[in-house]
């Protein structure tokens, strides 16, 4: 398979602004109501947002972001929580460890940007935890600015649509950055549909491995349609690795043990308003922790990793809590 991205062919593929018109026609139809779009919620409840959707099915981050957002609407107010109180909100929304980042990002703004999230790209990057893609998104999304918005979904439908070739997974390539930035609409307010259409399709419509090709808009333009989908679904990347056993399940047991407790918060299903007026951070023992799993050098592995990451505290007689402080 070809790992370029080819220039646009002007006398075979259709010009940006001819799939614009009907993308954005089936946007405007079919975009799925999420409380943080249309202009709805501030810069601050974007990037959230933005974070907990990494690697998170989209249906999963509404409840959380609308507890999250309803205990802590802005920087400050989570700047404020303690350590515990957040990954307790966290709950199952996995990869916990953003909890902290998304936090050490909120004391940032809250204490060197007024409050306010940083209205450039070199700004938000900056910020504990914020990448490239999350910097672009608060940029188009919450400020409207002219960029290109780049992820999984946007360059599997760029790739087909105007190169007629897979996306491959893996790190964007120089030449899909070149193709986002150059099929881009030159007006701002469109640019922002246009990162979000794009998004929503290979969402919904342009998927990884089974593509409705019979609904999608732009499917009379699309190369890779005309070219009979070559390589549907092949990936560059690793298969993705089976949970069941792996440390991932065995520290999510983990933090989940501690969330249940008393005291803690609820049940794991991010109580946030529980979290926040929690009167102190209860242990769990740590022979109570042994029922947990039961390879104990797996188990004491797990253990010693959530402390690294500062996702725990480990107390003089073994006992396990979430972070105060």
Known sequence: MNDTVEPLAAASVADPSAVAAPLFAWWHANARDLPWRFGRTTPWGVLVSEVMSQQTQMSRVVPYWRAWMDVWPDAAALAAASPAEVITAWGRLGYPRRALRLQECARVVAGECADELPRSYDGLTALPGIGDYTASAVMSFAFGMRIAVIDTNIRRVLSRVFTGVESLGGSAKPAERDLANRVLPADAGESVTWNQAVMELGALVCTAKSPRCDVCPVSGLCMFLAAGRPGLGERRTRPRQRFQGTDRQVRGIVLDALRRLPAGGGDGGGDVGAA????GVPSLPRAQARQLWADRAQLDACIASLDDDGLI???????????RA
């Not at 926040?276 to 009167?279: E, F, K, R, S």
């Open 313 to 323: 505290e480990i107390l003089p007689d073994g006992s396990l809590r979430l972070p």
């Open 276 to 279: 926040g007026t929690m009167p």
